[in-house]
């Protein structure tokens, strides 16, 4: 695995995600209004629509979730409307404040407990049980020892019935091919930098680690866990411009390519790379 970002500083993720939380734009309503947060909501699944399926809100109805990086809390709202008993981890300031506010807003403080962590050093935050479900969604690439998270997890958080459900970037993917012809203009020596700085909506993400099947099943295998499933899924359709202003104009090629190769493509060089997992013990054998 890359260790490009292992000397970049905790406060430095911190600060970056504090100046624009994630999903922050998806409305132009009043920030914290019901109708800001019903916004982000609907353009968050409209966008990436096989986040619900992955994460399986419903599955969880009465079981413990520990939520790894909840943002502005999209999830953890599914999962406490489900009926889940979720302790939302985020290391940004700005991100728990909005997420607290949107519980509020949907009556659901009793079902979440919100803690300000970083998630390399969990267990001086969140005290040490296992939970039903350890779920992290495009967060564990932004941590500069994303080991040192799945350590933590394994360690303090997981019993033997533990799922563990992650979303990571993927490195064969049509963004790291389109990073690499016009940001890195083909020079494959700066493409890591390159594509931690354009992971993202706002430039100067300043750590972003993407995977490999292969690479993510070795991690998982490194920290105590084995791959049950996993699949590959999202790629950006549309025209920057326009989608900032909350119009959807694909580009080229996308406009013109049929649904079925377009899910085709996503499957084989989307962005996001989803996998689920269990505690490892004694004879269990990877997935292939």
């Given at each position: 695995m890359s260790t490009a970002f292992t000397n970049t500083s905790i406060d430095a993720v911190r600060e970056y995600w504090n100046r624009r939380p994630c999903n922050l734009r998806h409305s132009p309503a009043p920030v914290g209004s019901r109708e800001y947060f019903d916004e982000v909501e609907a353009r968050k699944y409209f966008v990436e629509p096989h986040i619900p399926a992955f994460a399986d809100h419903a599955r969880w109805s009465g079981k413990r979730v520990l939520e790894i990086g909840c943002g502005l809390g999209t999830d953890t709202m599914?999962?406490?409307?489900?009926?889940?008993?979720?302790?939302?981890?985020?290391?940004?300031?700005?991100?728990?404040?909005?997420?607290?506010?949107?519980?509020?807003?949907?009556?659901?403080?009793?079902?979440?407990?919100?803690?300000?962590?970083?998630?390399?050093?969990?267990?001086?935050?969140?005290?040490?049980?296992?939970?039903?479900?350890?779920?992290?969604?495009?967060?564990?690439?932004?941590?500069?020892?994303?080991?040192?998270?799945?350590?933590?997890?394994?360690?303090?958080?997981?019993?033997?019935?533990?799922?563990?459900?992650?979303?990571?970037?993927?490195?064969?993917s049509w963004k790291v091919l389109a990073i690499l012809l016009t940001e890195a203009r083909g020079a494959f020596w700066r493409l890591e930098k390159a594509v931690a700085r354009h992971s993202e909506a706002q430039t100067g993400c300043p750590v972003t680690y993407t995977y490999t099947r292969a690479s993510l099943r070795e991690m998982l295998a490194a920290h105590g866990f084995v791959a049950d499933e996993m699949f590959v899924d999202h790629i950006f359709p549309y025209r920057v411009a326009d989608y900032v202003q909350y119009r959807y104009v694909k580009t080229l090629p996308f406009r013109y390519l049929p649904s079925a190769a377009m899910r085709g493509l996503e499957r084989r060089l989307g962005w996001h790379l989803c996998v689920t997992a269990h505690p490892s013990s004694a004879g269990a054998e990877p997935a292939r």
């Amino acid at each position: 695995m890359s260790t490009a970002f292992t000397n970049t500083s905790i406060d430095a993720v911190r600060e970056y995600w504090n100046r624009r939380p994630c999903n922050l734009r998806h409305s132009p309503a009043p920030v914290g209004s019901r109708e800001y947060f019903d916004e982000v909501e609907a353009r968050k699944y409209f966008v990436e629509p096989h986040i619900p399926a992955f994460a399986d809100h419903a599955r969880w109805s009465g079981k413990r979730v520990l939520e790894i990086g909840c943002g502005l809390g999209t999830d953890t709202m599914n999962f406490a409307r489900a009926g889940a008993y979720v302790t939302a981890v985020d290391l940004s300031t700005r991100s728990l404040e909005l997420a607290r506010q949107r519980a509020a807003v949907y009556g659901l403080t009793n079902r979440i407990t919100f803690i300000e962590a970083n998630a390399e050093r969990l267990n001086e935050f969140v005290p040490s049980e296992p939970y039903d479900l350890v779920y992290s969604f495009g967060v564990i690439h932004h941590s500069p020892r994303p080991g040192a998270v799945l350590d933590q997890v394994r360690r303090y958080y997981t019993g033997p019935d533990t799922t563990l459900k992650l979303m990571v970037y993927h490195w064969r993917s049509w963004k790291v091919l389109a990073i690499l012809l016009t940001e890195a203009r083909g020079a494959f020596w700066r493409l890591e930098k390159a594509v931690a700085r354009h992971s993202e909506a706002q430039t100067g993400c300043p750590v972003t680690y993407t995977y490999t099947r292969a690479s993510l099943r070795e991690m998982l295998a490194a920290h105590g866990f084995v791959a049950d499933e996993m699949f590959v899924d999202h790629i950006f359709p549309y025209r920057v411009a326009d989608y900032v202003q909350y119009r959807y104009v694909k580009t080229l090629p996308f406009r013109y390519l049929p649904s079925a190769a377009m899910r085709g493509l996503e499957r084989r060089l989307g962005w996001h790379l989803c996998v689920t997992a269990h505690p490892s013990s004694a004879g269990a054998e990877p997935a292939r």
